[in-house]
């Protein structure tokens, strides 16, 4: 059996979790990995983000239904158990979850010499959240003229890594360097904790026709899984400022434009649809969010996302 | 976002159960992997039974409670994605869902080169399952006199293999040479999958007190997760055969008897502590059930496993 959760409902087992207050309630589930930002917390023996970055997100995933967030499970593999490593990232873990009112249930430590090189690890995060039947968002409400809000990613969140690895290097010298443009490190830049949306976004649920969460594959690949068949999302290129990273990277590795926004989030965390009436009031009580485009009429078999005034 | 599931409900996205019918419920969580038993399956090349060792171990644990499994998804990570194989492992952990009513309904896979040695794979799953408050099993209700039944594994199921491998080796020498005393090589021996209990023990679990999935820790260490501090286990060594693989491994690797109680099953899969009375009944309705020991008093500060008749 796995490791027991630290915060088990009172009077209950690890790993449990009595669900209170719903009336048709729908779990929505999500499990996920941090990918190759692994490579660069290992590369510079930080060890205190990847753990708040795989809850984030997972939370945001599951947001994008409309769920809140119940309880995340781990799973920690390494090739031979480093206590204090493993414990830095299952605190950060920990505390991602209590900022979002989620209870770290349980999870699996493994040991497995062979697999894993010495004390390289990978982790997983399974979560499992909860919205009533008739409050699913699920992109259908979505139509023609709707705005498209953006909020914006504070980096390469949990997505891309390998390509920018490649491109940026992933040596201790090149990750140590600093670089004006980003006003930091290399590594500093590449270990920003994936920002976490659900707070944000979670008072406007009721508003919002269609989110969809910004991870590989960029807005190009995620935006499709919630729009209607007859809708199109246009996104104007010109209506935010890359950050200063994405263009570093298409720079150095000559990266097709078109490629960048399929890998990368180009600097946008999170999309949500919702009606221009309702996106006035929305963006006067949230800061950075901002308008990034609409959804229009899809022409027969077009793309599902168009990228106005992108580089060619 | 991760992989959608293959069985999602109807009308509903991919990663979302509808909860149905039930009164007071608690959701039930484990998340878990198979440990170096993928190191077998790898230098076999034998991908279709580790993702049902995944799925049955899971299922176990969170029976143990009386929960019934709802959903199951999966995390598999890669150095280089093979597609047949992770078909193939996807394709086992299908088919044990689906023997046990419960859906695969999601899952990521991450393809990250650097971290695993090219095909090598690591596998996690994470499954959630629900049972009325009122009906959970926690071991609360086990008493002096209570029988303790056990349920046969049919080998190492997932755990011990690092000590096992050590010991047997893992060269593909070692795993295709055929034992007399198996009946088979070691490889088929190692690789046999993961027994699931949740069918046929569900029909008694109203007359269950308490119940121990015994994985890595053996009967010593999974006992005590449900024992009352006042009441000890008895187990009676002599009441059962120990498999040949166990015996095999003790006397080739020379391995203290204490020491493979701790680590491997040693032929038990499951112990289900019951009155005496409904003992009979339910030794009459399962074919290969047998009575292991007895719940006893424990003396101050005692351990609560005794193994009765062990060897030293």
Redesign the interface.
């Known amino acids: ?2 490791r027991l959760g630290v915060l088990a409902g009172p009077g ?2 690890g ?5 209170k207050g ?1 009336r ?10 941090v ?2 930002k ?2 660069i917390a290992n590369a510079l023996g930080i060890h205190d983000t990847v753990g708040a970055d795989l809850v984030n997100h997972c939370i945001n ?2 947001f ?2 409309g769920a809140d967030p ?2 995340f ?3 920690f ?1 390494t090739g031979k158990l480093n206590p204090q490593v493993c414990a830095e990232v299952i605190k950060s873990m920990a505390e991602a979850c209590m900022q979002n009112n989620t209870a770290l ?4 430590t ?7 090189k010495d004390s ?1 690890y ?1 982790i ?1 995060g ?1 979560i ?1 959240g909860c919205v009533e ?1 008739n409050e ?1 968002i ?1 992109g259908q409400k979505i139509k023609e003229s709707d705005v498209i809000l953006a909020m914006p990613s504070n980096g390469l969140h949990t997505n891309g890594y ?1 390509l920018a690895r490649k491109i940026m290097g ?1 040596s201790s010298k090149a990750l140590n360097t600093y670089h004006t443009e980003l006003g930091s490190t290399l590594g500093q830049e590449f270990l920003k904790i994936h920002r976490c949306y659900y707070r944000e976004l979670k008072p406007f649920t009721k508003f919002i026709h269609g989110m969809a ?1 910004i ?1 590989g594959g960029g807005l190009i690949e ?1 935006t499709p ?1 919630i729009l209607p068949d007859n809708i199109a999302a246009e996104f104007d290129v010109a209506s935010w400022k890359i950050p200063p990273i994405f263009k570093m990277i298409q720079k150095k590795g000559k990266v097709n434009w078109h490629e960048m926004y399929r890998v990368f989030n180009m600097g946008v965390g999170m999309v949500v649809f919702v009606s221009k009436e309702d996106s006035i009031d929305i963006l006067s009580k949230l800061s950075d969010a901002f308008i990034i485009g609409r959804a229009v009429a899809r022409k027969a078999n077009n793309n599902q996302v168009i990228l106005k005034g992108i580089k060619k």
């Open positions: 059996m796995g209950l087992f790993g449990m979790f009595e669900l719903y048709n309630p729908v779990l929505v589930s999500s499990a996920d990995g990918g190759t692994l490579c995933d599951i994008t239904c119940l309880f499970l781990d799973y593999a249930i349980g999870g699996e493994a040991e497995m010499p062979g697999m894993y390289d990978d997983a399974f499992v039947k699913i699920d390998s992933n969460h991870t995620n899984r």
